[in-house]
């Protein structure tokens, strides 16, 4: 069983298209979040929720629009993309304040 | 935010012992420190972490420096799964927020 997947795996799509990802855990955990990876392996956090509420909103383009519709689930919304938004996009998971477990990333080719 | 200071890269025999440095001088009394690594093309996975004491577990050791400004993990013996890139992490106590660096780019040669 996988603990925190993502859909799709792979996402090709065109500037200025509007797309999301989705992020799923099944390990009852409280707090998931959103990091972007970018072209030189750079990991950065974007958001975080505990709880289905927002907590962490690090500085992105309000492009980016988090949504939690429970616990167990943290989509991601973005507009009118960019060619920077290229990147993988990981979706973690924790116990509150521990462990975070990460899925297996989500690679945007934004063309 | 603190920050850490990594190797970009290193490389280890296989069987043998590895290991990572990493600086955190501007490190804060309650900042702990956590190490994750990053198999190529999978999502970054959990080794150790502590605050003050080595931590031993069985991926890795934890030693880190009286001072606290500096940590070291410690693979005992290398194998070619190991080869990845290392992160080490300082953590605020209280707060959610992971701070990635760099990380060292481990390489195991058969």
């Known amino acids: 069983d996988t603990a925190v997947s993502q859909t799709p795996k792979y996402l090709v799509t065109q500037m200025g298209n509007d797309k999301s990802i989705k992020c799923e855990q099944n390990?009852?955990?409280?707090?998931m979040y959103w990091y972007k990876q970018d072209s030189k392996k750079f990991l950065k956090i974007m958001f975080s929720?505990?709880?289905?509420?927002?907590?962490i909103n690090e500085t992105v383009p309000n492009r980016f629009s988090p949504k939690s519709p429970d616990k167990a689930h943290l989509n991601l919304h973005i507009n009118s993309l960019e060619l920077g938004d290229s990147a993988v996009y990981f979706c973690?998971?924790?116990?509150?304040?521990?462990?975070?477990?990460f899925g297996p990333g989500t690679r945007l080719l934004v063309l | 935010d603190a920050k850490t200071t990594q190797p970009n890269s290193m490389e280890s025999n296989e069987e043998e012992p590895v290991h990572l440095p990493c600086n955190h001088s501007?490190?804060?009394?309650?900042?702990?420190i956590h190490w994750y690594r990053q198999l190529p093309s999978q999502g970054p996975e959990y080794v150790i972490h502590?605050?003050?004491s080595n931590v031993n577990n069985r991926m890795a050791s934890l030693a880190i420096a009286e001072d606290r400004k500096s940590s070291t993990l410690i693979l005992h013996r290398a194998t070619l799964r190991d080869a990845a890139v290392y992160y080490c992490?300082?953590?605020?106590?209280?707060?959610?927020?992971?701070?990635f660096g760099t990380g060292t780019r481990l390489k195991v040669l058969a």
């Open positions: 502590g605050l003050t």
């Open positions: 929720y505990n709880n289905k509420e927002l907590i």
């Open positions: 390990l009852g955990h409280d707090t």
């Open positions: 501007t490190i804060s009394g309650t900042d702990y």
């Open positions: 992490i300082l953590r605020e106590s209280g707060t959610y927020k992971y701070i």
């Open positions: 973690a998971s924790s116990p509150s304040l521990q462990t975070q477990y």
